[in-house]
Each structure stands twice: as structure tokens, then as C-alpha cells.
């Protein structure tokens, strides 16, 4: 696990989109394993600003995201579908049909997440994997004690996760109880693994990923287990570790 500790969350936002962009430079169709959330919005600002500077092109991207709320249409404001489009996919030249995102309005969601399983195989598998990390150590929404030989599937979301997310939903809207994610062994899966936290209320999380013990309670020290993880952080992010005066630090 390649650990770098930025001063500020833009330089560590920076740096993970200038990763991607370079993904797509050596390999313009890539397939990108992508997240949503409140930390994601700036990489997707900085990788349309590569693309509008010409630095890249976007044309021949293909995508899966990780995960889509169960009983939410993609064109909820609260959907996954919707914050993709808004914050990435209605800005590029991408094939639609290229940019995956589960349908969380399946009428039978574990079907889905099987299909989504399959698509992701016939696609060649993820090159990068984009990750952010919940604050209970999940990644994608794959919960404290989910399995790490977990494939894509229907997750109950814990109180933490459903509290944390209401921020993204109106006073009279529920969030929803369920999601489809795509599992850990299929994150294991991906070439490579690119991680981004910041702010101190990630800090708890992050030391567990990292220091804790390799365990089903935090999902994301699995992470620890792949060959090619690399950990961007804040000050904020990383004022919990042990060990944080390198850069980078593993
Ligand atoms: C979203 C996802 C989640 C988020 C995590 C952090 O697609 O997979 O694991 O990355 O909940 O969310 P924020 O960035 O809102 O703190």
C-alpha cells in the first residue's frame, strides 16, 4: 500500500485525478471502476479540466460505479445515476452505453447485481478503481463484516451510513435502507486500487485501514491485501496514523 499524505484535500484530489488522467493517457478505453460521495465532486472537476485543456480525451472511457441506492430511478435527484451525470457523464463525448451505474428501480435487485457482476467480467475487469472511504470503514457500500469474497449484490446499509448520507437528501425524504454495491472480491479484482480521503472524520477510518488488524469489521483493510493500493490523504485524513512525517509514508 503506497500511503501519500498531502498539507491540503485539494493537492490530494489533484494528484488522484492527474492518476487517472494518466490512466486514460497510456490506454484511452480504459475501464475505470468509479464512486460517488461528497469527496468525489473535485476529481471529476479536475479530470473535465484535463479534457476541456485537451490534456486528454474522455471519448473511448468506460465505467462501472460502485454502487446505486435499491428503489431509486436514475433520474432521482438522490440517484447515483443522477450525481454520475451531473458531476461527470453529461459534460464528456463517452459512449452512454460505456458508463455502467446499477439500476437500483430493478424490479429484482440481486438480479441486477449479478448482471452488473457480468458486465463488469465481459468488460475485461476494472483498471483503476476509484475509491472513497466511509467513515465505518466501508468502501463502495460494502459494511462493517461483509464478506471480503463479496461479488456485486443487494447490502442493508447501516444507521452510521443512512446518517452520514441524509446530508445528500430533503428533511422529508428517507435514505434508502438498501443498495446494490459491487463486493470486495470483485474491488480486489481491479489492476489497481485508488483511494481518497480527506478531513478529519475520516481520520478513525483510515488508521483502522491501515493499522488496524486485516479484518471484516473495517472492509477497507482488505485493501491491504491487493498488490497495487495507493492511499491519498489529507493532514486531516491521516492525523490518526502512527506514522506521518514521510511522503509518501507505507
Ligand atoms: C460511493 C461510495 C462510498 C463513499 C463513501 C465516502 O459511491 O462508494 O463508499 O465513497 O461513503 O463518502 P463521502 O465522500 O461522501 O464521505
Do not use: W
Not at 484535463?50 to 436514475?74: C, K, T
Not at 470486495?184 to 483511494?195: C, E, G, N, P, Y
Amino acid at each position: 500500500m503506497n500511503i501519500i499524505v498531502f498539507p491540503e484535500a485539494q493537492t490530494a484530489t489533484d494528484f488522484v485525478a492527474e492518476k487517472l488522467v494518466n490512466t486514460i493517457l497510456k490506454k484511452p478505453d480504459a475501464v475505470l471502476g468509479l464512486a460517488t460521495g461528497g469527496t468525489m465532486p473535485p476529481v471529476y472537476a479536475a479530470l473535465l479540466r484535463a479534457a476541456r485543456n485537451r490534456q486528454v480525451s474522455l471519448s473511448d472511457l468506460r465505467s462501472f460505479n460502485l454502487d446505486e441506492y435499491v428503489g431509486l430511478a436514475p433520474d432521482h435527484p438522490q440517484s447515483y445515476h443522477h450525481f454520475m451525470r451531473k458531476h461527470l457523464f453529461d459534460h464528456i463525448d463517452a459512449k452512454t452505453n460505456n458508463l455502467f451505474v446499477p439500476r437500483g428501480d430493478h424490479p429484482e435487485p440481486a438480479q441486477e447485481a449479478s448482471r452488473y457482476e457480468g458486465a463488469i467480467i465481459e468488460a475485461g475487469g476494472i483498471d483503476v478503481q476509484l475509491l472513497g472511504l466511509g467513515a465505518n470503514g466501508h468502501i463502495g457500500f460494502n459494511e462493517p463484516s461483509a464478506s471480503f469474497s463479496s461479488r456485486t449484490r443487494v447490502e442493508t446499509l447501516t444507521d452510521d451510513t443512512r446518517l452520514a448520507n441524509a446530508r445528500f437528501f430533503k428533511a422529508d425524504e428517507s435514505v434508502p435502507s438498501q443498495a446494490i454495491t459491487v463486493g470486495i472480491a470483485t474491488i480486489l479484482d481491479a489492476r489497481s486500487i485508488l483511494l481518497l480521503a480527506t478531513g478529519e472524520a475520516k481520520a478513525r477510518a483510515v488508521q483502522a485501514m491501515i493499522e488496524g488488524p486485516i479484518e471484516e469489521n473495517c472492509p477497507a483493510s482488505a485493501l491491504r491485501n491487493h498488490p497495487s493500493v495507493t492511499v491519498a490523504l489529507d493532514v486531516g485524513a491521516a492525523s490518526r496514523l502512527s506514522s506521518k512525517t514521510g511522503c509518501p509514508v507505507s
